[in-house]
């Protein structure tokens, strides 16, 4: 795999080192820009090395074993924004092992060898600083493969069983599984759902301990069994695309999406909004002259609108403001899901935004041991900067465009990415149309289905 990162580029290095497990409020732990190598990254190293932009990373010491990241099948280059990026990635193989736990609740190998493989990709779109983007670059699959590890004899099972020791407690039990409808990918969707849960909690005592903020989305991919899992939380997409369909494979989450969701929760909480914010939503921002007037509304309950009379409330600073990509989040962040922000607050208030925004991802499963793949079947993963540009559509025509004319390439893939890159800054003509160039960051990964469909594998 070619890795295009900050116009440098690595050789195979060190494998990633495992980040602390959950426990006590962690000591400081600097961060640096990672180095992503292919098939290792770096550990957060020294600060003072941050600094330097041609230094070597700082390996911070490593507890457990490290992660095997040697995968393929990806290719991701950078837009080069700026030195310090808010763009992270992560790409790597995922090696599963059964563990259980000991008597003092340590973790034990049971087998020597790897019981399961997968491959996993990941994007993380960072907001306030590139920390928070890091931290989860360096630590997300690490999580995720504890989560796992905790759930892989159900994984391997015909169907979950009721308990994992494979006891039955009840004769019934296998009945209330099968009634309940819980399948191998429930268990897999559940360990995603969990993972980006524990990632939050380390970057939010991390962050907190070294004295530093930030957030970031989060898009991940993994392969497994035979199935893609696309996890997102976030603005970042990813999309299937084949000879004859494009397929959504996530759904972005922001203020406007999460409309109802968040105005509930300040229903429910008034007090998070701490008089400043009205939480009903207006076409657009009310002026004195509205006060008396009857004009369009909606709140938590509706998603039609109706009329009220405005007092001198509806006049408060919208819970919601914006429209498309310039809604705002109590008029501060345009994201409603993602990893950090535990320290954001609005403007020169104490108005924390924290309790409206979620970490928990939307995960999507595709089948892909049931899809005829062909040779140019991919996944497109991409942070926001490309799609603020670039509608589906486009980003497939360039897909089927390119790819049938460059089969012998062993590189096409990496420079598929490095084409749509250039879309997003106008080096593509009659694509975005004119004046249409991203000034983000723009991450990229395309994955070609077609290999893992044939390394897909069991235990």
């Known amino acids: 795999m070619s890795v295009g990162w900050f116009r440098r580029r690595f050789l195979p290095g060190e494998p990633l080192p495992a980040p602390r497990p959950p426990g006590p409020r962690a000591s400081p732990v600097p961060y640096q820009r990672p180095r992503f190598l292919r098939g290792s990254c770096s550990s957060p190293g020294a600060a003072e090395a941050s600094r330097r932009p041609d230094s070597r990373p700082v390996r911070s010491p490593a507890r457990g074993r490290a992660l095997p990241w040697n995968a393929g099948y990806a290719e991701i280059i950078n837009a080069e924004k700026s030195e310090f990026n808010e763009d ?8 599963i092992r059964r563990c259980e736990f000991g008597a003092e609740e340590e973790w034990l190998t049971l087998c020597p060898e790897e019981f399961l493989t997968g491959h996993y990709w990941a994007l993380f779109d ?12 360096n630590t997300l699959h690490s999580c995720l493969r504890r989560q796992l590890e905790a759930v892989v004899e159900g994984l391997v099972a ?6 994992l020791s494979g006891r039955c407690i009840c004769p019934s039990d296998p009945q209330f599984v099968e009634e309940k409808g819980i399948k191998a990918e429930d268990l897999v969707i559940g360990a995603l759902e969990s993972a980006f849960q524990e990632c939050d909690e380390v970057i939010g005592r991390e962050l907190e301990a070294s004295g530093q903020v930030g957030g970031c989305t989060a898009l991940v991919a993994v392969s497994l069994q035979g199935k893609l899992y696309v996890a997102n939380a976030g603005d970042s997409r990813a999309i299937l695309v084949r000879r004859d369909e494009i397929r959504p494979l996530s759904s972005e989450f922001t203020p406007e999406t999460e409309r109802q969701r968040i105005q509930q929760l300040a229903f429910v909480y008034p007090e998070l909004l701490a008089g400043e914010f009205t939480r009903l939503e207006f076409p657009r921002r009310l002026k004195g002259d509205d006060l008396g007037q009857k004009v369009l509304f909606r709140d938590h309950h509706m998603r039609g609108w109706s009329y009220k009379r405005v007092d001198k409330s509806d006049l408060k600073y919208p819970l ?19 990893l950090g922000d535990h320290q954001l607050r609005v403007l020169d208030t104490n ?4 309790p409206f925004l979620l970490s928990v991802p939307q995960v999507t499963v595709l089948d892909v041991d049931q899809l005829e793949l062909q040779e140019d ?6 942070t926001d900067g490309l799609w603020d540009v670039l509608s589906n559509e486009q980003v497939a025509w360039l897909v089927r465009s390119f790819l ?18 250039h879309s ?14 991203s000034y983000d960051d723009v991450s990229v990964f395309v994955i070609p289905l077609h290999s893992q469909g044939q390394d897909s594998n069991g235990p």
Do not use: Y
């Not at 960072?126 to 670059?137: E, S």
């Open 377 to 382: 079947d991919v996944v497109v993963m991409a």
């Open 424 to 437: 997003t800054q106008g080096k593509e003509d009659g694509l975005t149309g004119e004046g249409q160039v």
């Open 351 to 354: 108005i924390q935004l924290k």
């Open 88 to 95: 992270q990635a992560a790409c790597g193989k995922l090696c």
């Open 404 to 421: 049938p004319g460059n089969q012998e390439d062993p590189h096409r893939f990496l420079k598929l990415a490095q084409m749509l890159i």
């Open 320 to 338: 919601i403001h914006g429209q498309g990509r310039q809604a705002r989040l109590l008029g501060t962040l345009a994201v409603s899901r993602g």
């Open 126 to 137: 960072g907001h306030g600083g590139p920390a928070a983007a890091i931290l989860a670059a």
């Open 158 to 163: 015909t169907r979950p069983p009721m308990h």
